[in-house]
């Protein structure tokens, strides 16, 4: 077994270096007061002692003396940073002291300890879960758009095309009409869609402009300040909706679609272009604070079947954006402290005002969040 082996790794300002043991010293910082002439002492706490962390980095081999010049030279650097500690993980710190021995062993070796004290108050700010989260969905999208791309086709064969995706978006047209949005929102998408509809004949011969027109539309789902007005359980089924609608669909093509493959082909990309987008813009419509459990992961499931079904055929930059979409999605939502919903299994049908107060939720509420489809007659599982 190698001596890397046997040692572990820390790291101090993007330097790396072995160690074998650590010590650390905390307290309090407690003062005692002895009286003259009298027995009893009293003790002040004068609060927490600062702590202070000791490592020994280890350089060996003929060339240690390069690697211990460039960790003296980050060691005295000021200011405090982040220190990768192998057992205590990272540690906000300043060096304070280090000692060095040198010897002729093993081609030379040297041996640093350092001191390290806690850093203050002037902590780097952690990223915020959720901004992670908005920006890795954005990446996404930046990526589907910019994998986008769309070969020459024949006069007869762009009218082909044209026709084509002016059905499916038809399908994203109707997908609106059904789900529950404020006016404002819901004209304004359809607006979208009817403009990039009426645009394709001059957009599909330009796929940027094409990929850029149907990025905006896509965007009304997710960056849109409107969603804010948004019950947890509209968004979760809203975002559903659009996970549903992001799925492949078969399309039986005729005339020159159906013999033309460049046509067949262009087809492809740009129901993969749309399907991406829809997801990234579900992904990022998901993340909110939720009021329960049940709304929160209805729309986390969604979003993750959806990004999961997209990743066998998603070229590389895609897929890593997909993948940190994902995580990112999933530890922003699932860092929410929620209370579960409270469950009811109903066998016989009630009125939806009867049990809505039983579980004490307000009526609107609790129509919304079991979708009831006829309020005087509810039955099966209901979530409170």
Do not use: C
Request: hydrophobic share 40%; glycine share 8%; no cysteine.
């Amino acid at each position: 077994m190698a001596y890397t082996d046997r040692r572990a790794k820390a790291s101090f300002r993007g330097m790396e270096f072995l160690t074998d043991s650590h010590s650390a010293r905390g307290g309090r910082r407690i003062v005692t007061h002895e009286y003259p002439h009298g027995d009893v002492p009293s003790s002040e706490d004068l609060g927490k002692k600062a702590w202070d962390w000791k490592l020994n980095a280890y350089f060996i081999g003929k060339d240690y003396d390069l690697e211990l010049n460039g960790l003296l030279e980050k060691l005295a650097e000021p200011g405090a940073t982040w220190l990768t500690h192998p057992w205590r993980g990272l540690l906000w710190v300043r060096a304070k002291d280090w000692s060095i021995e040198e010897n002729n062993e093993q081609d030379g070796s040297a041996k640093v300890t350092i001191e390290f004290v806690e850093g203050g108050e002037t902590i780097q700010p952690s990223q915020d879960k959720v901004d992670v989260a908005i920006d890795r969905t954005r990446k996404m999208g930046d990526a589907a758009e910019e994998d986008f791309d769309q070969e020459a086709m024949s006069a007869d064969g762009l009218n082909s095309y044209i026709a084509a995706v002016q059905e499916k978006l038809e399908v994203l047209r109707q997908v609106i009409s059904l789900a529950t949005l404020p006016l404002t929102w819901a004209n304004q998408i359809r607006n979208l869609v009817a403009g990039v509809k009426g645009d394709l004949a001059t957009l599909a011969g330009l796929p940027d402009a094409y990929a850029n027109a149907l990025r905006g539309l896509t965007n009304m789902f997710g960056g849109s300040s409107y969603s804010d007005d948004l019950s947890g359980g509209d968004r979760a089924r809203l975002v559903g909706r659009l996970s549903k609608a992001a799925r492949p669909r078969s399309t039986v093509l005729s005339g020159v679609a159906a013999v033309d493959g460049a046509v067949r082909r262009n087809l492809q990309k740009e129901e993969a272009l749309r399907g991406r987008l829809l997801v990234a813009s579900a992904a990022e419509l998901a993340i909110t604070v939720y009021e329960t459990e049940a709304d929160r992961d209805m729309a986390l499931d969604a979003v993750v079947t959806a990004i999961d079904s997209l990743l066998p055929n998603l070229p590389d930059a895609v897929f890593q954006a997909a993948t940190d979409a994902r995580a990112a999605v999933i530890d922003a939502l699932l860092s929410q402290d929620l209370k579960p919903a409270v469950t009811r299994d109903i066998s016989s049908s009630l009125p939806a005002a009867v049990l809505a107060y039983r579980l004490e939720v307000d009526e609107d509420v609790f129509l919304a969040r079991n979708a009831v489809r006829h309020p005087l007659f509810v039955k099966g599982r209901i979530y409170g």
